[in-house]
């Protein structure tokens, strides 16, 4: 066991002092918007180059660096703040605050990205081969391809505009919602209400009747306030459809694919390997019932432990683990994670208030993350806080590249959290003392799989056809329980004896505005990583220098081209998913191999 003491809440004062009512915080966002205030009049006055010795564009993409990571810095200090306590009010004002500058930036982007796209093409081609231009052709390409399929910039800046108190406010309004919602609970004889990130730890306890009665006021708690929460999803699906609509768009996924740099040809291929091999995943939860006494799993029973191994950790130990199997894979890696936990990067602490989930959000002034989850101890929680950190170091291994190459999407960066979460799950199996805690780990292993093969599955299921129907009108909250419903049955191959219809309300990501459809980018992670993890088992710690190579090159090609240069494959072909699926099932079997022993 370590002997350091991590504290497990973390350290904004190091940005900011004071949290919400943080002066130095007021005067950031003063020079941010005064930023945005230099780059506005460059974009305004900016005539559009006719020759390649213009270098006028160099200029002008120096002031958008300076003014997007100053407003990525507010960003992700409200969105610690509001995290850390959902009751701050405070917090929830200057959230507003930010919006609004980030409403600005897009709107001035639009009319920077306008100006790019009428660059002439024999220009344009000549003005990337300037020195300044080289390191960042995918990106401003990107953004002028984007550009011409795209509204005229005054429409466009128009719908920034009424973004702020639309698009944007309805997301605010999901947070507003589920601070209010409290889950009743009775612990050592008093009753308490727990948040709804307490409760969602009740449901990977070993009592059936913890989580059979945290279920039922989880359900309860949640439709209560179904009627919002049903407007809310709707009021913001609309506003997205209403933009995609007028921008000729038809297909729900086009702008999900074109952020995440992908083919829709690599998602249907994706998706149809995980559905044509499902089958192993349903014996395993029918396994899975058996040995919890029961005929069928319940939605709460899914992350239930398996046995009665004390397979508990408390904090210092899942940093210890964590630390000391990073260092067989990596040595920056290892040192990078050994000043997170030192430097107070991490809020894990188990407390009321505190938001359901986890998340890493960069600081890229600083060159610093953070990381928030809810910590109670689990081998889960664990696997949780492996996850984050990946994330952090992938921000880590992108600070020395260009600023406007640190851009990455959502399906990539779920593959370096992924990555770190495989080193640490992997470990867990094969240094379990005995079989009995050796059976729990692999579970809780296969539990990830189940999570990003199934239920991201309904996920995508789910919000795909909301979406659909939405375009008809408004989707009422039953319809909406039975689409979630029947996302589930499919994806979980009807596995299950009770569902969560509600889950389309107690699931943050689809209220998120600022990424779309963020469901798939985790199963493309997921995968993804595994084929990059079984080259790091094969080639040991001198493989670390190409995995860092790879996260280099996230924010600057798309994944198919990315994929095709470090690991030498073609996403839209079948073989690539089916042995990173392979490897899930071999999960499967070997714990199949444990209990029929």
Same mark, same amino acid.
């Given at each position: ?36 205030? !230099?780059? !506005?009049?460059?974009?305004? +006055? ?67 990205? &306008? ?5 002439? +093409? &024999? ?68 009753? %308490? ?61 086009? /702008? *999900? ?8 040809k690599t998602l249907d291929v994706m998706w149809e390997v995980i559905s044509d091999n499902k089958q192993p995943f349903a +014996? ?31 904090? !210092? ?31 894990? /602490?188990?407390? *009321? ?72 799950a992997d470990a867990a199996v094969n240094n379990a003392e005995n079989e009995e805690v050796k059976l729990a780990l692999l579970?809780?292993? %296969? ?5 990003l093969l199934m239920n991201i599955h309904a996920r995508y299921l789910f919000e795909t056809r909301f979406y659909e129907e ?11 329980? &039975? ?13 299950? &004896? /009770? ?64 994929? !095709? ?12 998913? /089916? ?5 899930? %099932? ?12």
């Amino acid at each position: 066991m370590s002997t350091n003491k991590y504290d497990l809440t973390w350290d904004l004062d190091v940005f900011f002092k004071g949290g919400s009512t943080s002066r130095q915080f007021i005067a950031h966002l003063e020079k941010t918007k005064k930023q945005l205030e !230099q780059f !506005q009049l460059a974009v305004d +006055e900016w005539v559009i180059p006719i020759t390649a010795q213009d270098k006028s564009l160099s200029g002008l993409l120096d002031l958008f660096q300076d003014a997007s990571q100053s407003l990525k810095q507010a960003g992700a200090y409200v969105s610690c703040l509001q995290a850390q306590d959902m009751n701050d009010l405070k917090a929830n004002e200057l959230r507003g605050m930010v919006t609004t500058l980030s409403s600005r930036l897009s709107t001035l982007l639009t009319n920077f990205d &306008e100006k790019l796209s009428l660059i002439n +093409e &024999e220009t344009w081609r000549e003005l990337l081969k300037q020195d300044s231009m080289k390191k960042i052709n995918f990106i401003l390409s990107e953004r002028r391809k984007n550009a011409a399929e795209k509204l005229p910039k005054e429409q466009e800046a128009l719908i920034n505009a009424l973004s702020i108190d639309g698009y944007h406010g309805w997301g605010e309004m999901y947070d507003n919602i589920v601070s209010q919602i409290k889950i009743p609970f009775k612990e050592n004889g008093k009753k %308490i209400d727990l948040s709804v990130g307490q409760a969602a730890n009740k449901f990977s306890s070993p009592d059936p009747k913890i989580r059979k009665h945290v279920f039922k006021e989880w359900e309860q708690a949640w439709d209560k306030q179904s009627d919002l929460l049903a407007g809310t999803l709707n009021h913001l699906a609309g506003f997205r459809l209403s933009v995609y609509k007028q921008r000729g768009w038809d297909h729900v996924l086009k /702008e *999900a694919l074109t952020y995440n740099r992908m083919k829709q040809k690599t998602l249907d291929v994706m998706w149809e390997v995980i559905s044509d091999n499902k089958q192993p995943f349903a +014996e395993f939860l029918k396994k899975k019932a058996e040995l919890l006494g029961v005929e069928k799993l319940s939605w709460a029973d899914l992350d239930a432990p398996v046995g009665e191994a004390n397979t508990t950790y408390d904090y !210092q130990e899942g940093a210890a683990f964590i630390l000391k199997h990073f260092d067989k894979f990596g040595d920056k890696l290892t040192a990078f994670t050994n000043k997170a936990f030192k430097d107070r990067w991490i809020e894990a /602490e188990d407390r *009321a208030g505190k938001r359901p989930g986890g998340f890493c959000t960069s600081f890229p002034l600083s060159n610093q993350s953070r990381i928030f989850m809810t910590y109670s101890g689990t081998a889960s929680n664990v696997s949780t806080l492996a996850h984050e950190l990946g994330h952090a170091f992938h921000s880590y291994a992108l600070k020395d590249t260009h600023p406007l190459n640190r851009g990455y999407a959502m399906n990539v960066a779920e593959t370096a959290s992924t990555f770190a979460e495989m080193i640490v799950a992997d470990a867990a199996v094969n240094n379990a003392e005995n079989e009995e805690v050796k059976l729990a780990l692999l579970e809780d292993k %296969i539990q990830r799989s189940i999570a990003l093969l199934m239920n991201i599955h309904a996920r995508y299921l789910f919000e795909t056809r909301f979406y659909e129907e939405r375009k008809k009108g408004m989707v009422n909250k039953n319809r909406l329980n &039975e689409l979630m419903e029947d996302a589930q049955k499919e994806a979980y191959a009807d596995s299950l &004896e /009770e569902y969560h219809p509600l889950f389309w309300g107690s699931k943050l990501h689809f209220f998120i505005t600022g990424v779309p459809f963020y469901n798939f980018p985790y199963t493309f992670g997921y995968l993804f990583s595994l084929g990059i993890y079984a080259q790091a088992v094969k080639e040991g710690k001198g493989y670390e220098k190409k995995y860092m190579a790879m996260l280099e090159d996230t924010g600057s090609m798309t994944v198919e081209d990315l994929a !095709q240069k470090h690991l030498g494959v073609d996403l839209t072909k079948r073989d690539f998913w /089916e042995a990173g699926v392979k490897l899930c %099932i071999k999960d499967v079997e070997d714990f199949m191999d444990l209990v029929n022993k």
